[in-house]
């Protein structure tokens, strides 16, 4: 356990050094600051490391992870790193990605209890009762899963875009756009759902802020 452990540290050692090869100065600008572009939201699954998969580097991608990627209302944590993301680092872009394979939605996807976590994945079932027409008309449960790793991004997109962090940002001319994604652990890519709340979010207008 303790070696396990230790090989961190030798992992952190290496990169260090690496790093420096490359460029003596790396680490004194990182702690120049930050300027990232993007807000990342995902999941919390250990296979979706944000920047490995979207190929950045540090200082330029902020993060938030969860489990299931959700943007819910009432968690400060999230709500939190959002409006520091659009109104302090001003971020032009902001990720939602789900993943195929999603514990947290084949959890959401069944009755059984599990505990505290229960609350959370309360949340992914709303997503499911909103879009359940189109998950349940899949043709076996793996179809369905994937439907409802879609239709929950979809969710949390529509979820950023009622924040007044995001409305207020884009009435000010800010560049921010908002982008809902899915990666596929079996091959490696990510896939854009080019998620248009104008067009797709037709009760929009009872959550836009004048």
Known sequence: ??????????????????????????????ANGQDPKYLFIGCSDSRVPANEITGT????????RNIANMVVHTDMNLMSVLQYAVQVLKVQHIIVCGHYGCGGVMAAMSNKSLGLIDT???????????????????????MRHRRLVESNVKEQVFNLYMTNYVQNAIKAGQELQVHGWVYDLSDGL??????????MFPDFDLYRIE
Do not use: C
């Open 190 to 199: 990510l896939n854009d759902l080019e998620i248009d709340h104008e067009k």
């Open 120 to 142: 959370w994945l309360r949340n992914i079932k709303d997503s499911y009762r909103k879009n359940r027409a189109f998950v349940d008309s899949a043709e076996d449960d793996n």
């Open 57 to 64: 580097d540090p200082g330029e991608m902020f993060v938030h």
């Open 1 to 30: 356990m303790q070696q396990t452990y230790s090989k961190l540290f030798e992992n952190n050692r290496k990169w260090v050094s690496d790093k420096l090869n490359l460029d003596p100065d790396y680490f004194k600008k990182m």
